[in-house]
């Protein structure tokens, strides 16, 4: 999935939603009153969640990171439901709730940044270094659910990768809505 199937929302700017979701569980830890859950097709789990919401969401955010490292290193993504079910006898069954999750929204400026390192050969530190930062901000600037970029944030992560940086408008997007990479 490349940019040019993404869609920014106007009010959760360079937000892109990836249209896929994923056969999940959600599990109650009956000794500590916790709750976790885990995902089947995707390598993604949680645990000590206060409550099965907080679970869920959590979830959500796992496979959004899991999709994002796929997009970015151009693997595609696992088809829903291609890995049966694990075995569980009943009294395990009794704990789990089945769940579809979907990806939380990702920043699609994180991600450009991201395969624009990859294809400059260069590690996150070698940013960092480039613009004079902690290592830290750099992991902040390539959080795909941080949605905290300035503009003067992405004109030093341009200079430092040599880059150009482009913010274009574009004719009659569709009703709030911005296309990406048109």
């Not at 199937?5 to 979701?21: Q, S, Y």
């Not at 979907?102 to 070698?126: C, H």
């Amino acid at each position: 999935m490349g940019m040019e199937k993404g869609f920014v929302n106007l009010t959760e700017p360079m937000t892109k939603r990836w249209d896929i979701a994923y056969p999940c569980f959600i599990e109650r830890d009956p000794e500590t009153d916790t709750y976790g859950g885990f995902c089947v097709d995707v390598p993604v789990f949680v645990a000590g969640k206060a409550s099965p919401e907080e679970a869920q969401r959590a979830l959500e955010e796992g496979v959004a990171f899991y999709l994002a490292h796929l997009e970015v290193e151009g693997h595609p993504f696992p088809e829903p439901g291609s890995t049966p079910p694990p075995e569980l006898d009943e009294e395990v069954k009794a704990y789990l709730t089945p769940v579809t999750i979907r990806p939380s929204p990702v920043n699609e400026v994180s991600l450009e940044i991201e395969k624009a390192l990859r294809r400059k050969g260069l590690k996150r530190k070698d940013l960092a270094q480039r613009m004079g930062v902690p290592a830290s901000v750099v992991s902040r600037i390539l959080d795909p659910l941080y949605f905290g970029h300035t503009l003067s944030t992405l004109r030093k992560v341009a200079q430092a990768l040599e880059s150009g940086l482009e913010v274009r408008l574009t004719e009659q997007p569709r009703e709030g809505e911005i296309r990406v990479g048109a």
